[in-house]
């Protein structure tokens, strides 16, 4: 039952995997050809940054309030 079980859920799988390299493969195909290709890497590279700056500088305002907080109660 076990081994069905399995086999069936890779089979699946394998499916679902063959569907998304033609969605994949075409959506790629469609932003070269749109030349938007560059504008959604730039995107996607200007979030990244962001959500990096961010916790930057979260983990320097945590560390500046644990620092008062252990002054504090010393």
């Given at each position: 039952?076990?081994?069905?079980?399995?086999?069936?859920?890779?089979?699946?799988?394998?499916?679902?995997?063959?569907?998304?390299?033609?969605?994949?493969?075409?959506?790629?195909?469609?932003?070269?050809?749109?030349?938007?290709?560059?504008?959604?890497?730039?995107?996607?590279?200007?979030?990244f940054?962001?959500?990096?700056?961010?916790?930057i500088?979260?983990?320097?305002?945590?560390?500046?309030?644990?620092?008062?907080?252990?002054?504090?109660?010393?």
């Open positions: 039952m076990k081994n069905n079980f399995f086999l069936i859920i890779f089979c699946f799988l394998s499916l679902c995997i063959q569907a998304q390299n033609t969605a994949d493969e075409t959506a790629a195909r469609f932003l070269r050809e749109s030349n938007s290709l560059y504008a959604v890497i730039t995107i996607l590279v200007t979030i940054a962001g959500i990096i700056l961010f916790l500088l979260q983990d320097k305002k945590i560390s500046k309030l644990e620092k008062q907080l252990k002054a504090k109660y010393q």
